[in-house]
Nanobody, 122 residues
Framework: QVQLVESGGGLVQPGGSLRLSCAASGFSLDNVFIGWFRQAPGKEREGVACISSSGRITYYDSVKGRFTISRDNAKNTVYLQMNSLKPEDTAVYYC????????????????WGKGTLVTVSS
């Protein structure tokens, strides 16, 4: 059974940092795209960052230079290090994978995690 389980969300102050984790099971990271999306209250879901099986990374423009995606294939786990957090980063963050398509767009995704809430506020 394919599962994606996120953890690490919480409340942080503006300018702070947080690291999210996504534990994958039921498939291997060596032949898929896997990454992060987010959805803020009242807004549509958008891409954050994705990494391919070969290690190539794509970031959404608003997080470039602040967020870093990485993976540990031995642990079948993907991470999102978030630095210099802003109030507009507040959202539910979802881990997602494209096992049958090559890309980071929402329509490429075949499996989603349940999400973890990140709140950036003073």
């Amino acid at each position: 059974q394919v599962q994606l389980v996120e953890s690490g969300g919480g409340l942080v102050q503006p300018g702070g940092s947080l690291r999210l984790s996504c534990a994958a099971s039921g498939f291997s990271l060596d032949n898929v795209f896997i990454g992060w999306f987010r959805q803020a209250p009242g807004k549509e879901r958008e891409g954050v960052a994705c990494i391919s099986s070969s290690g190539r990374i794509t970031y959404y423009d608003s997080v470039k230079g602040r967020f870093t995606i990485s993976r540990d294939n031995a642990k079948n786990t993907v991470y999102l290090q978030m630095n210099s957090l802003k109030p507009e980063d507040t959202a539910v963050y979802y881990c997602a994978t494209a096992r049958f398509k090559f890309g980071c767009n929402i329509y490429d995704i075949d499996s989603w995690g349940k999400g973890t809430l990140v709140t950036v506020s003073s």
